[in-house]
């Protein structure tokens, strides 16, 4: 559990693998803009930082989180050695917030079974906006920091 002013975004990297000749896809929601741009600004940083070139990371948009799993999907068929899904679902009034949460799960699940690629799950899933942008670059870190890391971990296992 995140403690405050704890960010869990550092990473040593002499333990990360080179990711220069990994090809990265990241598929971001469009939906609270703000906190999924601060996500994939930090996955983006974070794997140039590690060695991928920029020619080696495709991006697309996609209207919403539901979105990701179908968005996901066809960029695993492009060509890619992994995908970050990147979202941000904020708690509301209605059950809406439940299914959507569930339904992204379930469906990255479902890619990481019947796809041979790794589909890294980036969706925030907080009770307030305010306990996003915590999490999109503020005070906890970037969990598109921690998504690309553990993006090139995953490629470099499913090479091996």
Known sequence: ?????????????????NAKDFRFGIVV???????????????????LDCGATQDHITRWNVPGSYELIYGSKKMLQQNVDVVIAIGCVIQGETKHFDFVCQGVTQGIKDLNILYDKPTIFCVLTDNTMQQSLERSGGKHGNKGTEAAITAIKMVALNQK
Do not use: C, F, Q, R
């Open 1 to 17: 559990m995140a403690t405050a002013n704890h960010n869990l975004s550092n990473y040593d990297k002499s333990t990360i693998p």
């Open 29 to 47: 929601s469009e939906w609270n803009t703000e906190v999924t741009e601060g996500l994939y600004n930090g996955a983006l940083e974070a794997l």
